[in-house]
């Protein structure tokens, strides 16, 4: 198992150690959502993914659906919250609920990230969603989960076969966003996109992130990306609208 893999798993059983099992499943629920686990990972996070469930089921029977009410109307920071609770729960249930952080202003990698767990647990009722101006009704069930999605594992391959050998932190930043990039354009998936493409653009992204623009022509001319469209994400435009 490599460092980064098993500094994480230390995490969680710290975590699981102090009775913390919401925030360690949070941390299991997201690297199993990444396209690419090695196996020996894998099967330690499923794991302590069984091991977190059966205290966070018996903390869930015990939702005041006030309380999760009033977090749904509350602040950004309470909506946030109310997505964590009802991500543990039956979201059948909850349909109007779903709806209402769904019309809310909660940032798109929320949306997203509440969309993922409607997929996880295919949900197969139609949701509304107001995006880029247009009217979007989705089912959760029938959109294109990320493993399955080829220019996601192609480019998750991609972030492998360049950085393996070179800087192995390098994947897991390339990793997470495009993580965040998945959960902004939920529902939509990535298959129409070139993975070349996306890798590189989110290559691009992380170098300038960590201040290594200087070796970002290096690294195309390496890696043979001369060719290769630089597209811009929308994760980049929405950095700019914020500016």
Not at 19 to 38: G, H, N, R, T
Not at 152 to 169: Q, R, V
Not at 195 to 218: G, H, T
Request: proline residues 5%.
């Amino acid at each position: 198992m490599n460092a980064y893999y098993h500094s994480l798993i230390e995490e969680i059983k710290k975590e699981i150690d102090e009775k913390s099992y919401a925030q360690a499943y949070e941390l299991i629920c997201q690297e199993l959502d990444m396209p690419y686990v090695p196996q020996d990972a894998l099967d330690l996070l499923e794991y302590y993914k069984s091991e977190c469930k059966p205290y966070l089921e018996q903390r869930n029977k015990g939702v005041d659906f006030n309380k999760l009410q009033d977090y749904i109307h509350g602040t950004l920071e309470q909506k946030i919250y109310a997505i964590g609770v009802l991500e543990n729960m039956n979201l059948r249930m909850y349909h109007d609920e779903v709806q209402i952080l769904l019309d809310s202003d909660l940032p798109d990698e929320c949306k997203g990230a509440l969309i993922e767990a409607l997929m996880e647990q295919k949900i197969d009722d139609p949701f509304d969603l107001i995006k880029s101006g247009l009217n979007i009704t989705f089912i959760p069930s029938a959109i294109l989960p990320m493993q399955q999605d080829q220019s996601i594992c192609e480019a998750s391959s991609l972030f492998e076969s360049w950085f393996t050998n070179e800087d192995p932190t390098m994947i897991q930043f390339c990793m997470s966003l495009l993580m965040q990039l998945v959960l902004c354009e939920r529902p939509f998936d990535q298959e129409d996109k070139d993975p070349y493409e996306l890798a590189k653009s989110i290559c691009r992204l992380v170098f300038y992130a960590m201040q290594k623009s200087d070796e970002w022509p290096s690294f195309i001319k390496k890696q043979g990306l001369e060719k290769v469209e630089d597209i811009e994400l929308s994760i980049e435009k929405r950095g700019e609208n914020n500016d």
